[in-house]
């Protein structure tokens, strides 16, 4: 679209009561859309292709809801709106956003970094806990990278999917990348028993599967693992057969519905840490039908806790990160590294030992930022969704492994309004709002009504610069400590 005409179109939508999102205006196939900002944000849209999308006219223009539909005519017509796949060659980072209002602060904030920015990525248990689909979240990345105008590409990514049916509904959606979550089929029980009973089950196991383990690693040297000691061996089978397999069959149905998508396969959420001869034997099996993953997820030792720092020994996971790194290498995928919000004492290492080709994924800190927001403008709304998450934390508690302590956390009633953004500074205080959003943003009262949902949104709809700019110091620090020397 030339200077004239955004000029023209600007003034008319100002006549009209709205304001333009200047880096959204943008024209493709002889049709102009931009993002406006009324009551509510709407894209304008004129020209050859008005018809594609629904909405009201009005001075020959049509005015329309940001909903699925319309996102749908809008990645058709500007492909970049649409989610692509992560590069192999260059970090790729998650960033959750449970509100689907985050996407231009992190546009924002990714834009002085060589990453790539999957800015569409939940979990179905976040999407249960928000009341929302896949193609919600593919519809408000599109929308959020329409009106902050960014260019580079940007992915979906459906996380910890567990079922066939969760991968088809990220497909459907548009997703260029899957999760999957192998935990149900893992037997991380087998960590914690005796080698005689190891025997005992390992025993039990069909003799040609045995069999073919047997033949395949024992009693020979691997790449990077070494030999793999017959216990270890067995351990292996009886804890991981049965994910291998699941892992297979997922990846065959997405390759039936036509692949061209990234494959994570994640092995984070178990009891134990992975060794790396349990990695080895997961990706040659997988290799060995043709399987490859874009990333691993192993789990890591200490605690990688939500919205808080690592816990637990640095040296340690800097020897399990240089091993993994090393077979992610040999086989030819990335890294990826989970609960990676505000882990900024790993950043620096995880980034050096990967050179930066891995994945992290963030998810709830853009929600806590939201939040931090709330505490900054209007204090008394911010005291009542603190006092309301204090009463939801224990049923909140049963779908998150957190070690809070609500008594560490201020009374309120001993803070000023202006201390209120300190609480998230506060890890006890953190985690309180990290892990009760789905109860804050769902709470109803008699008459059915949302209790905090509605007028929370209206607020961060009034103050979405300052969202902006909380997202982008705060995962710019991300960004900033992962491509830190160290
Ligand atoms: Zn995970």
Redesign the pocket.
């Given at each position: 679209m030339n200077n004239q005409d955004a000029g023209i179109w600007t003034d008319v939508l100002r006549r009209m009561g709205y304001t333009v999102y200047p880096a959204s205006m943008d024209s493709a196939e002889e049709t102009f859309c931009a993002m406006v900002r009324g009551s509510r944000k709407l894209l304008a849209v004129s020209g050859k292709r008005a018809g594609d999308f629904a909405g009201e006219r009005a001075d020959g223009m049509l005015l329309c809801s940001p909903n699925r539909e319309n996102a749908d005519a809008l990645m058709r017509l500007f492909p970049y709106t649409a989610p692509a796949r992560c590069p192999k060659d260059s970090l790729s980072m998650g960033l959750g956003d449970r509100l689907g209002i985050a996407t231009p602060g992190h546009a924002s904030s990714v834009a002085a970094y060589d990453v790539f920015p999957v800015f569409a990525q939940q979990?179905v248990r976040e999407l249960n806990l928000t009341g929302r689909t896949f193609k919600d979240i593919v519809a408000a990345a599109a929308f959020g990278v329409f009106e902050a105008g960014y260019k580079k590409g940007y992915g979906a990514d459906g996380?910890?999917l567990k079922t066939i049916g969760e991968i088809d509904a990220a497909l459907d959606a548009g997703c260029a990348m899957i999760?999957l979550?192998c935990s149900n089929h893992i037997h991380a029980d087998i960590a914690h028993l005796e080698d005689a009973e190891v025997e005992r089950l390992y025993g039990n196991l069909p003799e040609d599967l045995r069999t073919y383990y047997e033949s395949r690693y024992s009693q020979r040297e691997h790449p990077v693992v070494g030999k793999i000691e017959r216990n270890v061996l067995r351990r292996i089978v009886l804890t991981f057969h049965e994910a291998v397999e699941y892992a297979k069959t997922c990846h065959a149905h997405i390759m039936q519905r036509g692949g061209g998508v990234d494959f994570e396969l994640?092995i984070?959420?178990t009891s134990a840490w992975t060794l790396p001869c349990e990695h080895y034997v997961i990706a040659n099996e997988l290799e060995q039908v043709g399987v490859r993953p874009t990333s691993v997820?192993p789990h890591f030792c200490g605690e990688f806790e939500k919205g808080i720092d690592y816990r637990g020994d640095l040296a340690e996971l800097t020897r399990q990160l240089i091993a993994h790194q090393q077979l992610a290498e040999h086989f030819g995928y990335k890294l990826?590294l989970?609960?990676g919000s505000d882990k900024f004492s790993v950043f620096p290492v995880f980034g050096s030992i990967t050179k930066r080709r891995a994945h992290l994924?963030t998810a709830g800190t853009s929600w806590l930022e939201a939040m931090r927001v709330v505490a900054q403008k209007d204090p008394a709304l911010y005291r009542r969704v603190h006092a309301y998450a204090l009463e939801a934390f224990d049923k909140a508690r049963e779908y998150y492994h957190v070690t809070t302590e609500l008594d560490r956390i201020p009374d309120l009633s001993d803070l000023a309004d202006g201390e209120l953004p300190l609480l998230f500074q506060m890890d006890d205080a953190r985690q309180l709002i990290h892990i009760t959003y789905g109860l804050i943003l769902n709470e109803k009262n008699e008459k059915g009504d949302y209790v905090f949902r509605d007028v929370l949104y209206a607020l961060w709809y009034e103050n979405e610069e300052s969202y902006i700019h909380a997202l982008r110091d705060h995962i710019g620090r991300h960004l900033q400590s992962v491509f830190a020397e160290v």
């Open positions: 979990s996380d910890h999760t979550d994640s984070d959420e997820a990826s989970h609960s994924k």
